[in-house]
């Protein structure tokens, strides 16, 4: 092999990389500028949730990207609220919250829409348990999955959705784009 060939072969092998490092910054700035952009009209980092599971429907299929807005960049609307004003969120009055269970970190977030608030000391619902504190009473909306409230179950037994567990509300849906996400739960 002559030395031309050589050198050739060498600043190929030279260029491959810097062009593949070229590349993997590129990513890295798309991903921050979006993450960036994110924090800017959302409020989060992360604003993107995959629902994984039919207690939405057929509001939210699973598989939905949703974007999720910082609970402190809204004004909540309950189911109840949002009758007595027609402000409607994913085909139902009221908004759709995605709060951490119990407020414990680590754990996959519900993403149901706010029924009700109630007071500390009143009934969580007609002839339900009392309230130890004051928060959401919140449910899915599917009819067939969801019969009941969160509180009468076991996703929030017996205590309503303090406003601290709260993470944001339900903006926009993106439909079938969170299967990939799915893939690598």
């Given at each position: 092999?002559?030395?031309?060939?050589?050198?050739?072969?060498?600043?190929?092998?030279?260029?491959?990389?810097?062009?593949?490092?070229?590349?993997?910054?590129?990513?890295?700035?798309?991903?921050?500028?979006?993450?960036?952009?994110?924090?800017?009209?959302?409020?989060?980092?992360?604003?993107?949730?995959?629902?994984?599971?039919?207690?939405?429907?057929?509001?939210?299929?699973?598989?939905?990207?949703?974007?999720?807005?910082?609970?402190?960049?809204?004004?909540?609307?309950?189911?109840?609220?949002?009758?007595?004003?027609?402000?409607?969120?994913?085909?139902?009055?009221?908004?759709?919250?995605?709060?951490?269970?119990?407020?414990?970190?680590?754990?996959?977030?519900?993403?149901?829409?706010?029924?009700?608030?109630?007071e500390?000391?009143?009934?969580?619902?007609?002839?339900?348990?009392?309230?130890?504190?004051?928060g959401y009473?919140t449910?899915?909306?599917?009819?067939?999955?969801n019969?009941?409230?969160?509180?009468?179950?076991?996703?929030?037994?017996?205590?309503?959705?303090?406003?601290?567990?709260?993470?944001?509300?339900?903006?926009?849906?993106?439909?079938?784009?969170?299967?990939?996400?799915?893939?690598?739960?």
């Amino acid at each position: 092999m002559s030395e031309a060939n050589k050198e050739n072969r060498i600043q190929g092998e030279e260029n491959f990389w810097v062009s593949l490092g070229k590349d993997m910054l590129s990513v890295v700035a798309v991903l921050i500028a979006f993450m960036i952009l994110s924090k800017l009209a959302f409020g989060l980092w992360t604003p993107m949730v995959a629902v994984e599971s039919g207690s939405m429907e057929p509001h939210m299929q699973v598989g939905d990207i949703i974007f999720i807005k910082n609970i402190d960049r809204v004004e909540l609307v309950t189911n109840e609220d949002g009758e007595s004003s027609d402000y409607e969120s994913f085909g139902n009055y009221g908004d759709v919250i995605l709060y951490r269970p119990y407020g414990q970190e680590g754990v996959t977030p519900i993403i149901h829409r706010a029924m009700y608030h109630v007071e500390a000391g009143d009934p969580m619902w007609e002839n339900g348990p009392i309230a130890p504190y004051s928060g959401y009473i919140t449910k899915g909306d599917n009819p067939v999955t969801n019969k009941h409230f969160d509180q009468e179950g076991q996703i929030s037994y017996h205590v309503p959705v303090k406003e601290e567990w709260i993470i944001g509300t339900a903006k926009y849906r993106i439909p079938y784009l969170g299967h990939v996400r799915l893939l690598f739960s």
